[in-house]
């Protein structure tokens, strides 16, 4: 009747059903790469061996949905640990920026790299996440700033999705940096991102647009243009919204139901208002704080009271935040930004699977949904967000198969 059948296990179905959506002395069942059965183990329609050829015990151990990190800038070339450097002499992040560095550094490492290249330097990155049991990933372009590497960068993503247990999203973030031969002309390099947007949607290898709305990004008009043209190509959008300045990302993002609008430090109360009613979800990227040392917190009383969901992500990128473990993540929005244990699970699961449009496939343990699963040698799922540097992961299983990663 079922392929799998795992038994004697205690599920974090991160459903509203109480604390973690918690289910103890449970079972889960898997058919057809899908969840096929989830319940308390004494409810079980049949002896298990009657059930499935496939009976796993897991002895006590708890299930959470597979991980999901939904804000990534994971294939890029080279890396910024000289500008890490530069910081801690003092330069800030900006200023780094406005001197012609910062991202601009990457684009050029980027149009230099081949695919292959690119993948190589991806796939440790990606492995480090799925060890730690991610199963969902959103990974950006932004590093190429020309349709070609742009591209380029987009069918790397594609491919590492083709090759490893994983589902990817990805995203077009053309308008991430003004690259130098545009130096001068914004407007200008917002009209050729535009452009390029037909491209990129006939491409099929872009399932969203994002945009980088900021002072040393992209204005709220232009912004605006690029979100009007992603719109007009039938693509779905997010933004990197009010990051290190308030623009009014959060409710820019809203106007056009966005997907996510994600960092979000210095978002008003009115943001967070108009994003709870267009169905926007906060993505909160810690990383990012903690390696900027930023020290405005997002308005996380804002975003509960009106009802925001709020996911969490690494936003794994050279510059900003070159993090690799989602675990750690959750400790740091704990940590910093004074979430429960709970939300920061909920963020990584339900909370990411709806930034990234898939809650209707993953995120939750229920019935229907993928058989994306971690399953954790920790005694409450607390235990996730409260180590540090810790992986209690004992296997993830995607569409139902164990996951081996291999070398
Ligand atoms: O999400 N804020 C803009 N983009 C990235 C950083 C990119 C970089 O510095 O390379 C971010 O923080
Ligand atoms: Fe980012």
Redesign the pocket.
């Known amino acids: 009747m079922w392929d799998r059948l795992w038994i004697n296990t205690h599920l974090a179905t991160m459903t509203d059903a109480g604390p973690y959506g918690a289910i103890r002395d449970a079972a889960i069942a898997s058919a057809g790469g899908k969840i096929a059965w989830v319940g308390p183990q004494a409810e079980l329609p049949g002896a298990p061996e009657a059930l499935t050829s496939e009976v796993i015990d897991l002895a006590g151990r708890w299930v959470t949905p597979g991980l999901i990190d939904c804000?990534t800038?994971l294939v890029?070339g080279g890396n910024?640990a000289r500008e890490f450097e530069l910081r801690l002499e003092g330069a800030s992040?900006e200023e780094i920026?406005r001197a012609g560095g910062?991202?601009r550094n990457?684009v050029k490492a980027t149009r230099a790299a081949s695919e292959e290249e690119l993948r190589a330097g991806a796939l440790p990155r990606l492995k480090s996440l799925l060890a730690e049991g991610v199963t969902t990933i959103e990974i950006k372009s932004?590093?190429g700033l020309n349709l070609e590497t742009e591209l380029k960068q987009l069918r790397v993503a594609r491919g590492l999705g083709a090759d490893l247990p994983v589902t990817i999203s990805t995203t077009f973030?053309g308008a991430?940096?003004l690259p130098p031969e545009f130096e001068g002309d914004g407007d200008g390099y917002i009209d050729a991102v535009c452009a390029m947007m037909p491209e990129i949607a006939k491409s099929g290898l872009a399932d969203v647009v994002d945009a980088?709305c900021?002072n040393i990004?992209f204005s709220y008009e232009q912004t605006k243009r690029v979100f009007q043209t992603a719109r007009d190509n039938g693509l779905p959008v997010k933004l990197?919204a009010d990051?290190?300045s308030d623009l009014d990302g959060a409710k820019l993002a809203a106007d056009f139901s966005a997907l996510s609008a994600?960092?979000l430090e210095y978002t008003s109360d009115a943001g967070a208002q108009a994003m709870a009613a267009a169905g926007t979800v906060a993505v909160l990227?810690p990383g990012?704080f903690y390696f900027?040392r930023e020290t405005k917190q997002p308005p996380m009383d804002a975003f509960r009271s009106a009802g925001v969901p709020i996911a969490i992500a690494t936003?794994c990128?050279?510059?900003?935040?070159p993090a690799t473990s989602l675990l750690l993540m959750l400790n740091m929005a704990c940590t910093l930004f004074r979430m429960t244990p709970e939300e920061a699970l909920l963020g990584v699961t339900r909370h990411g699977a709806q930034a990234l449009g898939l809650q209707d496939s993953r995120g939750t343990l229920e019935v229907g949904k993928a058989a994306d699963l971690c399953i954790w040698e920790i005694e409450s799922p607390a235990e996730l967000a409260y180590r540090i540097g810790f992986n209690p992961l004992l296997t993830s299983v995607k569409d139902g198969r164990d996951v081996e990663l291999g070398n």
């Open positions: 804000h800038h890029y910024r992040y920026a910062g991202i990457t932004g590093y973030l991430h940096a980088f900021e990004g990197h990051q290190l994600d960092h990227l990012a900027l936003d990128n050279p510059g900003s935040s």
